[in-house]
């Protein structure tokens, strides 16, 4: 009996359980009883049963990353979504566009470990490079990056433009795309967006100094991919300069060889830099510089050389003192002890070429050499601080003035600009030098580089020449960088910080319409007479030179420094993955105090000022006087931190706001701090050179 009950219990289930399996296959689809079919995935319910719904949780939705570009494209527009970059993930570009796209799998299979084939069309996913003459209005550098879940797209009217979109990409992806080896764990995602760009100047430009001091090609090269990274298209290279020679001339070898042993360092001892274990000197062979102008040139970079003349050439004329003016003055019975060089160096510190037909003709020979090497359209001759005297002391100078029917030095040197203008010219070249080759007339076809302010940039732009604006206020890279210079690497003087330079605008409001198109653009400068090595000289450029990209290529009106400063957090972490060493972007403080014209007199006197806004809490306080303008200079006998008029230290310490001298600031220490005191700082202080110097004083928190 127990056998039988188990084995109807057991059918009963099976029926139970058919029934069951039944009236499901109903609710999902069963035909319904007037014959109609129900919606595929919609069930059915009698009447009569009540039931619940169960929520159903959607999809993640991947939140994209922030769009983060330097330079500030033009035009940015954000879509839904995200790409992500896979195995499958192809890269499309016709034949023509074959060496872009290596360009670009060589950006990113590196630390992605995809393979990224290059093919001439897909179905699958893929980054699409494409050169469209429909695209012209944006000019031969602007390009339109589309940025979908299905794929990327970037066009452009030219080359050029796709080489831009391609960094534009990079700077979306994670910093970690800049690694040379596979990246383990990444996701490779990028923000879904519409990018349409194109620069605001043609000319946007970063300068190098190597002649004060030698700088390997590796980091030349290095160099210029940052250029290239944040859409900088001129790299200038002074390669010529008193302290040292850096560019072989065969037909005149000592240049290189004997002019090239020396550098900055070597003629100023007394420097700190001195203790650098540094070799001195050095050159590039031409086997070096076409490796060099080539590099740049697969990043769409010109390479601008420049060669001074007629003054900085003392390197050169060491190696040819017949070129100098030293032996024409001696041989003439003239005394040549005004060409020492006050700061030490060479005995007889002969600078200035001679204006000897067979030294014209050395120097063509060697722009014959140079134009040989540098495809560029420009050749820069430097012209700048020319010491008119060894010319007035030289009898053949001054028979060549006479003969010529100059009335000064200044248009000799006019006269010798135009020689070499002429003589590029005739090969098929514009001759640029800095806005001293106005002095004297300037040549029919020269350009001006207007490095002392932008006057000379301004006169030349009016007159029909086209300018390209270097100002030194605002682009000298070796400038200081912050309110203190003792706490900084030992440089030139001047104050220029990233909040400066990100306001430089090339063109003056002097300059209407017209006479703004002959700006060209703007560059930023990096002398290397107090930038021994390319540690130091990566500090001084970055991040000021990502500023100097946005003020030459973004919109006016798309400027924030704000969001600049959000922009630049990722681009910092780039950096550091290239292993550039940047400086530390520090946001500049309120001022606590200011001094007026009058404060200092021309003998010592007594001043105060209120810094009780600058002070907050015991501790260590920077107290530093930054001048920004009037004559001279303001020093300072001794200083006092005062607390409701009582003294807490006084520092008894000659000091200047001369930033070249290091000794602006003045550091103290407060043991307690009471809320509600007054606090001041009370100083004897003179003017030196005028009284009419007015600037800010900060004390910062250490």
């Not at 940047?582 to 007594?606: I, N, Q, S």
Request: aromatic residues 10%; proline residues 7%.
């Amino acid at each position: 009996m127990n056998i039988r009950k188990s084995i109807a219990l057991i059918v009963f289930a099976l029926i139970a359980v058919a029934c069951g399996a039944m009236m499901a296959y109903a609710g999902q689809g069963a035909p319904a009883k007037n014959g109609a079919q129900t919606k595929p995935g919609v069930a059915t319910t009698p009447p009569a049963v009540k039931t619940r719904s169960l929520k159903v949780a959607p999809a993640a939705v991947e939140a994209p990353p922030p769009i983060q570009i330097i330079p500030q494209p033009v035009s940015v527009t954000p879509v839904k979504g995200v790409y992500v970059f896979t195995e499958r993930t192809q890269i499309v570009a016709a034949a023509s566009g074959q060496a872009l796209a290596e360009q670009l799998r060589d950006y990113l299979r590196p630390a992605m470990g995809f393979p990224l084939p290059i093919v001439r069309a897909t179905q699958a996913s893929a980054v699409t490079i494409s050169v469209e003459r429909s695209l012209k209005p944006l000019g031969p550098e602007g390009y339109r990056l589309q940025i979908t879940r299905a794929g990327i797209r970037i066009r452009a009217y030219a080359p050029a433009g796709i080489f831009y979109g391609m960094q534009s990409l990079r700077q979306l992806l994670p910093p970690e795309i800049m690694r040379r080896s596979k990246v383990e764990g990444a996701r490779w995602v990028v923000p879904a967006v519409v990018v349409e760009d194109t620069p605001l100047f043609s000319w946007r430009g970063a300068h190098m100094d190597v002649a004060r001091h030698f700088m390997p090609k590796e980091f030349v090269l290095k160099f210029i991919d940052l250029l290239a990274l944040h859409k900088l298209n001129v790299f200038h290279w002074h390669l010529v300069d008193d302290q040292g020679w850096r560019i072989e001339i065969k037909k005149y070898p000592r240049l290189a060889l004997v002019g090239g042993k020396t550098d900055y360092t070597t003629f100023n001892p007394v420097q700190p830099m001195q203790a650098v274990d540094l070799p001195q000197g050095g050159y590039y062979t031409q086997d070096d510089i076409r490796e060099v102008v080539r590099y740049a040139a697969d990043r769409f970079i010109t390479v601008l050389p420049e060669i001074e003349m007629p003054g900085h050439s003392a390197a050169a004329i060491s190696a040819y003192p017949e070129l100098g003016n030293k032996q024409e003055i001696e041989q003439g019975g003239g005394d040549t002890s005004f060409m020492s060089f006050s700061g030490g160096g060479r005995a007889g510190w002969d600078s200035n070429f001679n204006v000897d037909d067979s030294t014209i003709h050395v120097l063509q020979d060697v722009l014959t050499e140079v134009m040989a090497l540098f495809p560029s359209k420009f050749i820069h001759i430097g012209g700048d601080e020319v010491d008119k005297r060894p010319w007035h002391y030289n009898p053949k100078a001054q028979a060549r003035m006479q003969a010529l029917g100059l009335k000064d030095e200044n248009e000799l040197q006019s006269w010798f600009v135009r020689q070499m203008d002429q003589f590029l010219a005739a090969h098929g070249r514009r001759l640029m030098g800095w806005d001293e080759i106005l002095e004297g007339g300037l040549a029919p076809g020269a350009t001006v580089m207007s490095w002392r302010g932008i006057a000379g940039g301004v006169a030349a732009a009016k007159a029909g020449h086209d300018v390209v604006m270097a100002p030194e206020d605002t682009t000298y890279l070796d400038h200081y960088q912050w309110i203190a210079p003792s706490m900084e690497p030992l440089g030139i003087g001047g104050f220029l910080p990233v909040e400066q330079i990100y306001k430089f605008d090339p063109v003056p409001p002097e300059l209407n319409p017209t006479e703004a198109l002959h700006v060209l653009g703007g560059q930023a400068q990096l002398w290397s007479e107090f930038i021994p090595q390319v540690k130091q000289m990566e500090y001084m450029a970055y991040p000021r030179l990502c500023a100097l990209s946005e003020a030459v290529w973004s919109p006016r009106g798309k400027r924030d420094f704000g969001d600049f400063s959000a922009r630049l957090k990722p681009d910092i972490e780039r950096l550091k993955v290239l292993d550039v060493h940047y400086r530390p972007l520090t946001p500049l403080p309120a001022a606590a105090a200011h001094w007026v014209a009058g404060d200092a007199v021309a003998t010592f006197t007594e001043r105060e000022w209120d810094v009780t806004s600058g002070i907050t809490s015991p501790g260590e306080y920077d107290v530093a006087f930054l001048m920004l303008g009037g004559h001279g200079r303001m020093e300072i006998e001794w200083i006092e931190l005062r607390e409701n008029g009582a003294v807490v230290q006084r520092i008894v310490r000659p000091g200047d706001t001369e930033l070249r001298d290091r000794a602006n600031d003045y550091l103290f220490g407060l043991p307690s701090y009471h809320a509600g005191s007054h606090y001041t700082i009370h100083a004897i202080v003179r003017g030196v050179g005028g009284v009419d110097t007015f600037g800010d004083i900060y004390v910062l928190g250490q």
